[in-house]
Nanobody
Framework: VQLQASGGGLVQAGGSLTLSCAAS????????VTWFRQAPGKEREGVSC????????YYADFVKGRATISRDNAKNMVILRVNSVKAEDTAVYYC??????????????????WGKGTLVTVSS
């Protein structure tokens, strides 16, 4: 099983970023997928997630209204798009997947599979 996050790089403040989480060895449509990020000197935090089955989505307050998470099942990927990026969005972004099922927000689900991160740097 392998998850690979991609799409990071240098983005100008106010611009948009699109991150992709590609999977091999598992079908992402059957998993809840969460994007996390970790900024320098800070703890890792959940950014957004999409549940399995229902595709219900959740967003952390700091990206609510600016982000969209979606599935591309044909490519076995989950996409995160963030608009109006800010300097504080600078971080290493990770995707993770779990087959855990619960009625609560998937931002707090225990993750079973993790990908390597992709660095996003927002320039002001």
């Amino acid at each position: 099983v392998q998850l690979q996050a991609s799409g990071g790089g240098l983005v100008q403040a106010g611009g948009s970023l699109t991150l992709s989480c590609a999977a091999s060895g598992l079908t992402l449509d059957y998993y809840a997928v969460t994007w996390f990020r970790q900024a320098p000197g800070k703890e890792r935090e959940g950014v957004s997630c999409i549940k399995s089955g229902t595709d219900v989505t959740y967003y952390a307050d700091f990206v609510k209204g600016r982000a969209t998470i979606s599935r591309d099942n044909a490519k076995n990927m989950v996409i995160l798009r963030v608009n109006s990026v800010k300097a504080e969005d600078t971080a290493v972004y990770y995707c993770a997947a779990t087959d855990y099922v619960d009625s609560g927000p998937c931002l707090y689900f225990p993750m079973h599979h993790w990908g390597k991160g992709t660095l996003v740097t927002v320039s002001s």
